[in-house]
T-cell receptor
Framework: KNEVEQSPQNLTAQEGEFITINCSYS?????LHWLQQHPGGGIVSLFM???GKKKHGRLIATINIQEKHSSLHITASHPRDSAVYIC?????????????FGKGTHLIIQP | NAGVTQTPKFQVLKTGQSMTLQCAQD?????MSWYRQDPGMGLRLIHY???????DQGEVPNGYNVSRSTTEDFPLRLLSAAPSQTSVYFC????????????FGQGTRLTVV
């Protein structure tokens, strides 16, 4: 079983819809990262969380440490939000071994 | 600041050839790492470094070498390229291990024929 699971794998929505992407993990973590990757492009860090909630523009990320779960929300979605969203964790044990990644959620926002 | 710079962006190699993927960062980060990204899989760690002169293996190190002679540079060497090394490679850096924001390069798309 993967240590980081994302759902859904694929999501197609209409412009303006509220989007939720989920991430569950099974290990103790020092931090959880949400990353964005546009087709053929590099990877950009959106958020790093160790507790609570963070907001940046139309993006909101939350984490529940007790439930080992995080969500990424996009409000008023726009076609430019179309990308792969990746959840990654830094583990408490073996944390120097880099981030552990989910497989990503492929999001398409249709106009 | 340029952030993390990776070169080349694209590369085609023949089986058995060797090459070096370059990675440089200008943020004075101690922690640097190399990942590969394959379809249907999450990024996987190849090698990492916690500072100049210190490197260690990640999850999938076979066929790759690294060195860290300066804080800024962390090149990844493919010793004898194999088709199984066809992938997209990302270099990343952060100030302290994985509990701080990670910065990624633009990626290198490598095809081994």
């Amino acid at each position: 079983k993967n240590e980081v699971e994302q759902s859904p794998q694929n999501l197609t929505a209409q412009e303006g819809e509220f989007i939720t992407i989920n991430c569950s993990y099974s290990v103790g973590i020092s931090a959880l990262h949400w990353l964005q990757q546009h087709p053929g492009g590099g990877i950009v860090s959106l958020f790093m969380l160790s507790s609570g909630k963070k907001k940046h523009g139309r993006l909101i990320a939350t984490i529940n440490i007790q439930e080992k779960h995080s969500s990424l929300h996009i409000t008023a979605s726009h076609p430019r939000d179309s990308a792969v969203y990746i959840c990654a964790v830094g583990k408490l044990v073996g944390g120097a071994d880099g981030l552990t990644f989910g497989k990503g959620t492929h999001l398409i926002i249709q106009p | 600041n340029a952030g993390v710079t990776q070169t080349p962006k694209f590369q085609v190699l023949k089986t058995g050839q060797s090459m070096t993927l370059q990675c440089a960062q200008d943020m004075n980060h101690e922690y640097m790492s190399w990942y590969r990204q394959d379809p249907g899989m999450g990024l996987r760690l190849i090698h990492y470094s916690v500072g100049a002169g210190i490197t260690d293996q990640g999850e999938v190190p076979n066929g790759y070498n690294v060195s860290r002679s300066t804080t800024e540079d962390f090149p990844l060497r493919l010793l004898s390229a194999a088709p199984s090394q066809t992938s997209v490679y990302f270099c990343a850096s952060s100030s302290v291990f994985v509990a701080t924001e990670a910065f990624f390069g633009q990626g290198t798309r490598l095809t081994v024929v």
